[in-house]
């Protein structure tokens, strides 16, 4: 079921800024979401998993999490693994300098040789750990690997965005004055249409079911949450329907 | 991290704009170049984990923020380790204020972007001389 989202993963970089290897561990993720891997990548900012909202915490548990870190502070795997979900793999820039003898890093706004052969090394390493994730079965149910299914894609280059303001997307719902949100809804709703699941008792069963995989829903609201997702698919639908007709 | 009494600069760790380069560049421009005495960087993912130095250090100095989008992370995280934000930068307004200088680039900002971080730290340092100017007076 929760193959039907589009698989991506997630890269979370340290945020050193007081550190060369902080820098490095930004542009090593850059260069996997812009260069190596644009189609199969999307980042957060680590901050968000705390100033954000839900959407921004469910992170690490809807996408299967590479973490880059400058140091062996190892704040954004530990962030990562605090906040919303425990990483899939991490990369250590101090680390992989002391095993590959580059030297000392310096130059935060300008990297020495050091540091740009580090990025590029990082950037090779965790673009085969996306390789590597994405050939795997990844749960999100489980938040964990089930069963492997190899992948080979062509990568362009694009520019990266980042989840700023947005996260994994929600939906609101108010109910006797208490907000809800649901988180992948409108990804649900969007994969759902797409398939031509018209609104039905079976389809509300389907997507009930995988928004159990990313929220609670607790038996005192239940049976208000699922007539508002009923309604809202309901909706949603009608409006695919009306622009599918005026095209 | 030093323990005499310095203006702390936290830049936004965005890594997915140009806007959170912007804030970082100005940032280092503040305390490596233009007044390394006075000030100290605090990577804010430290006081996402909640370290112990990290949360004491904004808790016990004048906090300067400079935040790269409207989400203001800086801000909340300065804010929810207990610090007070003496002065809250957004480099979004510095750029309304200087259309010109439209940052473009992550890894390697354009010439507006390096003018823009450059027009934001002279303004973050007359914070910073005032901050200092007052802590002067008051100690």
Redesign the interface.
């Known amino acids: 079921m929760a193959d039907r989202l589009q698989k991506k993963v997630g890269i979370v970089?340290?945020?050193?800024?007081?550190?060369a290897e902080?820098t490095v561990s930004?542009?090593a993720?850059?260069?996997v979401?812009e260069k190596l891997r644009p189609d199969d990548t999307v980042?957060i900012?680590?901050?968000?998993?705390?100033?954000?909202g839900e959407g921004d915490r469910a992170f690490a548990k809807f996408y299967p999490t590479i973490t880059i870190d400058g140091c062996d502070?190892r704040?954004?795997y530990?962030?990562t693994q605090?906040?919303s979900n425990t990483p899939a793999a991490s990369i250590v820039i101090t680390d992989l300098a002391a095993e590959q003898a580059l030297g000392e890093i310096e130059g935060?706004?300008d990297l020495n040789a050091a540091g740009l052969t580090a990025v590029d090394l990082a950037a090779e390493q965790a673009a085969g750990q996306v390789d590597e994730l994405l050939g795997k079965h990844w749960s999100r149910r489980e938040g964990a690997f089930t069963q492997t299914n190899p992948k080979d894609e062509d990568s362009h280059e694009v520019t990266?965005?980042?989840?700023?303001?947005s996260g994994i997307p929600v939906q609101l719902f108010e109910i006797d004055g208490r907000k809800f949100e649901i988180v992948a809804l409108p990804l649900l709703f969007k994969t759902f249409s797409g398939q031509r699941k018209a609104p039905s008792d079976d389809t509300l069963k389907e997507i009930i079911a995988e928004v159990r995989i990313y929220n609670v829903i607790e038996p005192e609201n239940e049976t208000a949450l699922i007539d508002k997702i009923d309604q809202a698919y309901q909706d949603y639908w009608k409006d695919n329907e009306s622009k599918h007709e005026q095209n | 991290m030093s323990k005499e009494k310095k203006v702390i600069i936290i830049?936004?760790?965005?890594?997915?704009?140009s806007f959170?380069t912007v804030s970082?560049?100005a940032?280092?421009q503040v305390t490596?170049d233009d007044r390394p005495a006075t000030t100290q960087?605090?990577?804010?993912?430290?006081?996402?984990?909640g370290?112990e130095e990290a949360r004491e250090t904004v808790e016990n100095n004048p906090v300067v923020v400079i935040d790269g989008?409207?989400?203001?992370?800086?801000k909340?995280?300065v804010l929810?380790s207990g610090g007070t934000v003496s002065k809250e930068m957004a480099v979004l307004d510095f750029y309304r204020q200087n259309r010109e200088l439209k940052p473009q680039g992550?890894?390697q900002l354009n010439e507006g972007g390096k003018k823009l971080a450059s027009v934001i730290a002279a303004a973050v340092d007359l914070v910073v001389d005032e901050l200092t100017e007052e802590g002067g007076k008051n100690g």
């Open positions: 970089t340290c945020s050193g800024e007081e550190l902080g930004r542009l993720a850059l260069k979401l980042t900012c680590l901050p968000l998993f705390l100033a954000g502070k704040c954004a530990r962030g605090k906040y935060k706004s990266a965005t980042c989840s700023c303001g | 830049p936004c760790s965005g890594v997915g704009k959170g970082r560049m940032a280092y490596e960087l605090v990577p804010l993912a430290l006081l996402v984990l370290d989008c409207q989400l203001a992370c800086a909340k995280m929810e992550i890894s």
